[in-house]
């Protein structure tokens, strides 16, 4: 089974996933291809600096521009598979000689018909930044699927683990489902929960929610090839869509007596 990967260019939230994956599975699947979009999408980079800014604070973003500038300086070096730790997802990637590509929006025509002559069996979206359009979700023979990290359909949409904390739960899900045309509501394959640690921020949490969502995925990807996969459909008429959270709710947040560093 071809598997192609389509995620979001993050190399605090989204390489700890892959990192795991790729440690513990590479050699169980065929990983065909990955496809790496601008972080947080069609948002400008003026608007992403802002939200961070207000999320994290101003000593906060500095502290994680630190981290973004040191990655991208380390992701510079040629690392073998053994290496332990990377810096950035392409760098990952030429270790395991991945092809991979840095792309703008998925849905757009040249993507679509690159990958219609990549031919993969599944499409599988890692915090990817777009809703992916009826051409890109007809292309896999196996489907697309999605994981989302909290228990849908409540939670659906950005952030998360943030609004998680914020709600007062004392633990994050972990959902891996079927994609369609609406967001975050196609048929569930596999549930999972891990515990908020007291005092946890939501910086670790997150880095650590994507390494367990590493192995759910490996699960589910063996019930696939399998063909033991059953997809549970969701009751969205209990949902809930969350966006970016307003100053408000930041500081509302910060209020409760939660970190976001």
């Known amino acids: 089974m071809k598997i192609e990967f389509l995620t979001d260019d993050n190399s605090l939230y989204v390489l700890p996933f892959f990192e795991e994956f790729l440690a513990h599975y590479f050699s169980a699947f065929c990983v065909t291809h990955i496809s790496i979009c601008p972080a947080m999408g ?79 069996d599944l499409l599988i979206s890692v915090a990817c930044p777009f809703i992916l359009k009826p051409k890109i979700l007809s292309i896999p023979v196996q489907g697309c699927i999605n994981i989302h990290h909290a228990s849908l359909p409540k939670y659906k949409g950005m952030m998360p683990t943030f609004w998680q904390m914020f709600h007062g739960e004392d633990k994050v899900g972990i959902t891996i489902h079927y994609m369609n045309e609406r967001v975050d509501e196609g048929g569930v394959l596999l549930r999972d929960e891990m515990a908020i640690h007291p005092g946890e921020s939501l910086d670790h949490l997150i880095r650590r929610s994507k390494q367990r969502g590493a192995h759910c995925m490996a699960k589910v990807l063996r019930q696939i090839e399998a063909g033991t996969q059953v997809a549970v459909p969701l009751d969205v008429s209990n949902g809930s869509y969350f966006t970016f959270p307003s100053i408000g709710q930041i500081r509302e947040f910060r209020q409760k007596g939660l970190r976001a560093l």
């Open 42 to 120: 069609k948002r400008s980079r003026t608007q992403l600096l802002r939200d961070l800014s207000a999320l994290y604070g101003a000593r906060g973003i500095a502290r994680i521009m630190g981290r973004i500038a040191r990655a991208r300086l380390l992701g510079q070096l040629p690392l073998r598979r053994r290496s332990g730790r990377f810096y950035t997802l392409a760098q990952l990637c030429r270790a395991y000689l991945i092809p991979f590509e840095l792309i703008r929006n998925p849905n757009e025509p040249s993507f679509v018909e690159s990958m219609q002559r990549r031919a993969p």
